[in-house]
T-cell receptor, first 109, second 113 residues
Framework: EDQVTQSPEALRLQEGESSSLNCSYTVSGLRGLFWYRQDPGKGPEFLFTLYSAGEEKEKERLKATLTKKESFLHITAPKPEDSATYLCAGEDQGGKLIFGQGTELSVKP | DSGVTQTPKHLITATGQRVTLRCSPR?????VYWYQQSLDQGLQFLIQYYNGEERAKGNILERFSAQQFPDLHSELNLSSLELGDSALYFC????????????FGPGTRLLVL
């Protein structure tokens, strides 16, 4: 069965303390790996799409990487406004997104 | 703002009732996806429509149905509602059939009492 698992479930950082979020996937025929940010009560906001192992994408303090088994979201020198839940999703051959449970990130000033 | 609109924002109803959620995709997007998000299940894919045709089905209950109209807006119908159907329902849209970014709407919060 296709599955996406994110760790840790929650992460508390001090402002400026860099860290990484993990997304492990077993999605047969993975067509793409997506990262979203979700603020409480709002819809997920697109961050990155990765299509092949070795691919990396960056946006401000965030960098996403992909291997054949997992993806990482690296956060460099985070700020309080980076606090949110970060969701990872794999797209299967049918175009369906399979989401992980998310990592709730809290950045304290 | 993703460009995807959903109405209503909030809905409170009773068990056994039927409700309709509406979604308008981004201009130019042909695919519409419906997702359910609850605290215990996370984000679950329900169904996808592409240019009016059903394209993929996920964990959608038989009590739920959806359609996409010629103007590309979509409706999700939930019937014989149960307490466990209380959740956030999101609509997303994309340009084509897949392997592209899906942009999410703000969601409809459904509470079944």
């Amino acid at each position: 069965e296709d599955q996406v698992t994110q760790s840790p479930e929650a992460l508390r950082l001090q402002e400026g303390e860099s860290s990484s979020l993990n997304c492990s996937y077993t999605v047969s025929g993975l067509r793409g790996l997506f990262w979203y940010r979700q603020d409480p009560g709002k819809g997920p906001e697109f961050l990155f799409t990765l299509y092949s192992a070795g691919e990396e994408k960056e946006k401000e303090r965030l960098k996403a990487t992909l291997t054949k088994k997992e993806s990482f979201l690296h956060i460099t020198a985070p700020k309080p406004e980076d606090s949110a839940t970060y969701l990872c999703a794999g797209e299967d051959q049918g175009g369906k997104l399979i989401f992980g449970q998310g990592t709730e990130l809290s950045v304290k000033p | 703002d993703s460009g995807v609109t959903q109405t209503p924002k909030h809905l409170i109803t009773a068990t056994g009732q039927r409700v309709t959620l509406r979604c308008s995709p981004r201009s130019g997007d042909l695919s519409v996806y419906w997702y359910q998000q609850s605290l215990d299940q996370g984000l679950q894919f329900l169904i996808q429509y592409y240019n009016g045709e059903e394209r993929a089905k996920g964990n959608i209950l038989e009590r739920f149905s959806a359609q996409q109209f010629p103007d590309l807006h979509s409706e999700l119908n939930l019937s014989s509602l149960e307490l466990g159907d209380s959740a956030l329902y999101f609509c997303a849209s994309s340009v084509g059939r897949g392997r592209e970014t899906q942009y999410f709407g703000p969601g409809t919060r459904l509470l079944v009492l």
